[in-house]
């Protein structure tokens, strides 16, 4: 049997632009293109989709996802692997959810918020592939270099700095104020420089831009900002800074 793209993407709620993609870098070969140029996929090409997302939800990047591929031609062998990460995955999310209930906890009681705990459990290269689809591979290189030579008191101190302006957002929002008034948008001048202390100062309007419908279309960006209606506020705050600062 085979299936389209379109049917591989609908069954497993991914994209066809994933799906192509995955297909461009080596991952995924269609077992056949039709004269259209339609991907179509076997058996055998859909238990590789299987286990490239699985791998995927355990946060793993598309290089390393092909290295356990190309390591691993044991079906047991394999399991294995997949079980170790998965059991190292129930550790991080364990970790995740304490960090979470901490920030509940600091919240109610008017504590202050510590980068250390909040982001304890939580791995930078999440959205490695969104970056790079978006953007480009040296856009998310140049990043992740910047980042991995922070010592682990300035990525606290990066972090921190992040979780202040988010919480600005927020106090912002709950005042009633608008997205372009004075006071908001200098909440969005400082996310914007904490955005290009990594992009070495070249942040874009389309990646500006782009990056605040990000934290609206994608609720993993959205929990930052108290769900979809805190970024829908950000992100149009980021318009209006974008607008005036062409």
């Known amino acids: 049997m085979e299936w389209s793209i ?16 995955y297909g461009d870098v080596g991952l995924l070969a269609p077992s056949r293109t039709g004269p259209n140029g339609y991907r179509y996929y076997d058996e055998a090409a859909l238990l590789r989709l299987q286990r490239i997302l699985l791998l995927r939800e355990l946060g793993l990047g598309l290089p390393a996802i092909a290295d356990v591929l190309a390591g691993q031609h044991d079906v047991v062998a394999a399991l294995e692997t997949h ?18 209930t901490r920030t509940i906890e600091r ?72 997205p372009d008034a004075a006071e908001v948008q200098e909440v969005v001048r400082r996310h914007h420089a904490w955005l290009a202390r990594p992009m070495a100062g070249a942040v874009s309007q389309e990646y500006f831009l782009g990056l605040g419908e990000m934290y609206v279309a994608d609720p993993r960006f959205a929990a930052n ?22």
């Open 107 to 178: 919240r109610k009681e008017g504590g202050p918020l510590m980068a250390e705990e909040m982001f304890d459990g939580f791995d930078h290269t999440q959205y490695r592939e969104e970056v790079e689809q978006r953007w480009g591979r040296e856009a998310y290189a140049r990043s992740d270099r910047w980042y991995r030579g922070l010592s682990d008191e300035e990525k606290r101190s990066f972090g921190q700095r992040h979780v202040d302006i988010a919480a600005d957002y927020a106090r912002a929002r709950d005042r009633g104020l608008a």
């Open 83 to 100: 079980l170790a990460l998965l059991r190292q995955e129930r550790d991080r999310l364990e970790r995740q959810i304490t960090s979470v």
């Open 225 to 246: 900002y108290g769900g979809e209606d805190g970024a829908r506020y950000v992100r149009d705050a980021m318009r209006v800074y974008a607008e005036r600062h062409r």
């Open 6 to 21: 379109s049917e591989v993407a609908r069954a497993t709620a991914t994209t066809s632009r994933t799906l192509r993609h």
